[in-house]
């Protein structure tokens, strides 16, 4: 599909003017984003990549390592399905997880 490529550009544009009403707060814990598979606290570092996300590959892999440290404690998935929960137990079947519907 035509997701995480240039064919999404023109909804960037689009997505940027939603989340410029939007605000986000500093989270609490950080944020892995898909984008460079790091964790994130600025609020404004955090809108720039949910618009660059979505042109950019999806770093599934590079994610789970990031979050696979020896301080994880357990994964909370925000949104419809379990797609994230299901990648996670295949790359490690003991890790706790939580799937929350938003």
């Known amino acids: 599909g035509a997701f995480h490529t240039d064919f999404m550009a023109p909804a960037v544009s689009a997505l940027e003017e939603v989340l410029a009403d939007v605000e986000i707060k500093k989270p609490r814990i950080p944020v892995i984003s898909n984008v460079d598979a790091k964790p994130h606290s600025d609020p404004d570092t955090i809108k720039k990549l949910l618009a660059t996300q979505?042109?950019?590959?999806?770093?599934?892999?590079?994610?789970?390592?990031?979050?696979?440290?020896?301080?994880?404690?357990?994964?909370?998935?925000l949104g419809p399905g379990k797609v994230t929960t299901g990648i996670l137990k295949r790359v490690n079947k003991k890790a706790e997880s939580e799937n929350i519907e938003v």
């Open 54 to 77: 979505v042109t950019s590959p999806v770093l599934w892999e590079n994610t789970m390592a990031s979050i696979m440290t020896d301080d994880f404690e357990r994964a909370v998935e």
